[in-house]
Nanobody, 124 residues
Framework: QLQLVESGGGLVQAGGSLRLSCAAS????????MGWFRQASGKEREFVAT????????KYAGSVKGRFTVSRDNANNMVVLQMNNLKVEDTAVYYC?????????????????WGQGTQVTVSP
């Protein structure tokens, strides 16, 4: 069982940066691949990034590749999404998710635990 709590969202101007954190409680964290998803107002939730349990492999949505970086600190049960060169279209609620497998997935139905989400708003 894992509980996830996101933090770090806020308001930023286009071109700026934000760093989202996801704190996980539960001893299964080190065996869990982690993902970030987002949901803009009026749209379906979409995949953003994912990282394997050992942090050795990552995968990104095409819309964020080269701008966002996902990393994890297994010693402190933390996952971070560094977001640079933010665009207005990045505005959304961002969710952290965990799955009971070590390898990644870009499909939300493959994730077992979810955080409550954190709002990111990018102004022009």
């Amino acid at each position: 069982q894992l509980q996830l709590v996101e933090s770090g969202g806020g308001l930023v101007q286009a071109g700026g940066s934000l760093r989202l954190s996801c704190a996980a409680s539960g001893r299964d964290f080190i065996m869990s691949a982690m993902g970030w998803f987002r949901q803009a107002s009026g749209k379906e939730r979409e995949f953003v990034a994912t990282i394997t349990a050992n942090g050795g492999n990552t995968k990104y949505a095409g819309s964020v590749k080269g701008r966002f970086t996902v990393s994890r600190d297994n010693a402190n049960n933390m996952v971070v999404l560094q977001m640079n060169n933010l665009k207005v279209e990045d505005t959304a609620v961002y969710y952290c998710a965990a799955r009971r497998f070590t390898f990644t997935s870009s499909y939300e139905e493959n994730y077992d635990y979810w955080g409550q989400g954190t709002q990111v708003t990018v102004s022009p």
